[in-house]
């Protein structure tokens, strides 16, 4: 298991070469691989409005990433609407789920850098798969939308598994259905609930700040926090994984 990185401190790029020889990456979707967050929340403003909720005021940024980002379907309904029914809730939800469909088919657009990042892993022959807390139908959209179908070699939904995000399960089940090992993979992810999940599971998470407070994402236990895929801490915490893999190789030769 990699060490941890103290909550707030800076980590150095070397924390993801822990996990030498890499076996696996592990992507969330909603934010991650693409800047998903402001569709959600513009489908979520415009049902919401549909019922009046808040009185007819829009919901801000501040209340979708404090009650909504990152969260299971449950969760999100129970934290929408705690006097509601959960079923009536979950019907909202897939309401909800199916505006942002046709949202994401016209607007969505992958996270900067994300098309070297997805070469380098492919380049390096690691396994690879998404995992995440959205619906099934959901995640292969945006897989498709953003051509990468072909790139995992699995895709885990929270709802499917005992618990979702930020409980480890979905990342352990990831693992397994790789073959693969903890201390041997790392993660991409862009929310709280998700860094939790992945530190529960095992393994150094690269916390990707799109939209959620960075301070949140280092007191979830990011090992590494980056703007973007373009972003020079990433390629060097990347390189020294390289390093690394070369030393055990030629020790070995």
């Not at 449950?74 to 609407?81: C, D, W, Y």
């Not at 809730?89 to 199916?98: I, S, V």
């Not at 480890?168 to 201390?183: D, R, T």
Request: a negative charge.
């Amino acid at each position: 298991m990699a060490a941890s990185t103290p909550n707030g401190c800076n980590p150095t790029p070397s924390s993801l070469a822990t996990t030498v020889p890499v076996q696996a990456v592990l992507f969330d979707i909603d934010g991650t691989l693409c800047d998903s967050d402001p569709l959600h929340h513009v489908a979520f403003q415009e049902l919401l409005l549909e019922i009046g909720y808040n009185n007819g005021v829009p919901i801000d940024e501040e209340f979708f990433i404090k009650n909504i980002a990152g969260r299971s379907e449950v969760e999100a309904a129970q934290n929408l609407f705690p006097d509601w029914p959960l079923d009536k809730g979950l019907k909202f939800m897939d309401d909800k789920e199916a505006k942002y469909r046709s949202l994401a088919k016209e607007r969505l657009v992958p996270v900067k850098g994300l098309s070297k990042l997805v070469q380098w892993v492919k380049d390096h022959g690691y396994k690879r798969a998404a995992v995440t807390n959205a619906p099934r139908i959901n995640a292969e959209l945006m897989i498709s939308l953003l051509g990468l179908s072909d790139f995992f070699q699995a895709v885990i939904i929270g709802g499917e598994c005992e618990q979702p995000k930020p409980a480890p399960y979905p990342y352990l089940n990831a693992l397994k259905e790789l073959q693969v090992s903890a201390e041997h993979t790392f993660i991409f992810e862009d929310s709280a609930s998700g860094i939790r999940a992945g530190v529960a599971a095992g393994m150094p998470v690269v916390a990707v700040a799109t939209r959620n407070p960075e301070k949140s994402l280092l007191e979830a236990g990011a090992a590494l926090l980056i703007k973007d895929y373009e972003d020079p801490k990433l390629w060097a915490a990347l390189e020294g994984i390289d390093r690394e893999e070369a030393k055990l190789k030629k020790a070995s030769e």
